[in-house]
């Protein structure tokens, strides 16, 4: 089958499609679906309203019913989610910093005037957020609202044509740094420098993550008018966009993409392992929240055991702080781009995996030096270089989740054909 290709090394990292589909389908999968249907990852709260910047014509709005979302109704937000209680145990206490120069500087002093205060809370905000990939402002807009991701499942919805194609445009675009190249595989394969290529490959295992999903839950017609609709995979449609002979052979690099996104996630999620761990999961329903802590237990134990995990010291070799600013710019554009999407419930996936990603880039790279600073007893923000909202959190769960289901759907196809 043509599928006779997705086999072997995954180029730039040193694991094999082979020990990915068995890691994935047997250790992680299995478990993060059971997580990601608790209320703590559950409820997204985003806001969808924000212009899209890029592109002025609007026309490109997806009209199937199917782009529509549901709101959630704020009753039916578990009230510890609500109230934004910090029940974590991984939050810097300021008020207990001795000599480091940088905590001192978070100490608030009890005597200055709440203008002082709320003025050196923005400004510290505005500090945090620049080890952001992500434009995170989402959250507190007043226009945020939660969304169940359960009820708005990402499928086929319809949306597609050229406003989908320009959308994708523009983001791949964002993989333009100094000089454009052609968006051919080769070209960006032999010209790139490994950043730009780790770039470019990051946004087209997002891309492909969509489309195996799209495809694995296509719309099946109903069989008589009174059956509802279903979803379903549709074998010729995985074929037509993946098969190497109908995409000139693109397919299945695109599917490897798939496989290397999934292992930069993976390997974020390890390194911070010891953070996550440290989460309370609050939601205010201790049996469930116990449960929650226990999968993610589980969870943490496989990722940390993965015995190839992607070598994140390799990147930014050169003007460290030069390419990773680069990095930063252009993956938040993406994240901007993301409010152009012409389809509601793709622009809520949309925003959730790029923020799952920008929260793994993040974890990978924080720190003056990132993955080349050597910790020391006495540097003590290298012990903690980052800190992550609730929303970097489910994104970072989340975003993970649909690699790893599409990486299981792609399994199942490939099954189909043979
Ligand atoms: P497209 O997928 O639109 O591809 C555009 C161009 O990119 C093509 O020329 C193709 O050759 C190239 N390309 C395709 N895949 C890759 C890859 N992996 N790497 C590099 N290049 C590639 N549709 C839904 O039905 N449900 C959704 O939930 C959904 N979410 C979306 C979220 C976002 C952020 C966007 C931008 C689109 C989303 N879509 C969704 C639309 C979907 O991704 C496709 O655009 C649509 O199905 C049309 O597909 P297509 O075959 O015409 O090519």
């Known amino acids: 089958s043509c599928f006779c290709q997705l086999k072997g090394d995954l180029d730039d990292c040193s694991c094999s499609v082979e020990n990915l589909d068995s890691f994935n389908n047997f250790k992680i999968n299995p478990r993060l679906s059971v997580l990601l249907e608790k209320d703590y990852f559950r409820y997204f709260k985003v806001n969808m309203f924000k212009d899209c910047i890029f592109i002025k014509d609007a026309s490109g709005k997806c009209g199937s019913s199917g782009c529509a979302v549901k709101e959630c109704p704020e009753k039916k937000i578990p009230e510890g989610l609500k109230k934004n209680h910090s029940h974590s145990k991984n939050k810097v206490p300021t008020e207990k910093c001795d000599d480091n120069e940088d905590n001192e500087l978070g100490v608030i002093d009890p005597h200055i005037s709440d203008e002082s205060k709320e003025a050196f809370e923005t400004w510290k905000k505005y500090d945090d957020a620049q080890d952001n990939f992500c434009l995170l402002d989402d959250v507190e807009s007043p226009d945020a609202v939660y969304y169940d991701l359960i009820l708005n499942p990402e499928r086929f ?3 597609v044509g050229q406003s989908a194609v320009n959308v994708w445009k523009l983001i791949y675009e964002q993989n333009c740094f100094n000089q454009c190249f052609n968006n051919s595989y080769f070209a960006l394969l032999t010209n790139l420098c490994l950043e730009k290529r780790v770039f470019y490959r990051m946004i087209s295992g997002f891309h492909t993550s969509i489309n195996v999903d799209v495809t694995a839950n296509w719309l099946i017609p109903p069989k008589t008018p009174m059956d509802g609709p279903t979803w379903g995979p549709n074998l010729e449609e995985f074929r037509r966009r993946f098969d190497p002979d109908q995409t000139w052979g693109e397919g299945p690099k695109r599917l490897k993409n798939l496989y290397f996104t999934y292992l930069v996630e993976l390997r974020a999620l390890a ?10 999961y609050y939601t205010g329903n201790e049996k469930e929240d116990e449960e929650v802590r226990q999968i993610v237990k589980e969870l943490l134990h496989e990722v940390k055991n993965f015995p190839h995990h992607f070598d994140e010291t390799k990147l930014f070799q050169g003007d460290f702080q030069k390419l990773k600013e680069d990095f930063k710019v252009h993956f938040r554009n993406i994240s901007r781009i993301m409010d152009c999407v012409g389809c509601d419930k793709c622009r809520l996936w949309g925003k959730l ?5 920008g929260t793994a880039m993040k974890i990978l790279f924080s720190g003056d030096k990132g993955p080349h600073s050597t910790v020391t007893q006495e540097d003590k923000r290298a012990h903690n270089p980052f800190q992550l909202t609730r929303g970097e959190i489910v994104s970072l769960y989340n975003g993970f989740g649909r690699l790893s ?6 399994d199942h196809f490939r099954r189909m054909l043979s």
């Open 405 to 410: 289901k599409s990486i299981h759907e792609v």
């Open 271 to 280: 390194k911070a392992a010891p953070y996550l761990e440290k989460e309370e």
């Open 353 to 357: 995996q790029i923020t799952g990603m």
């Open 157 to 159: 919805t319809g949306y």
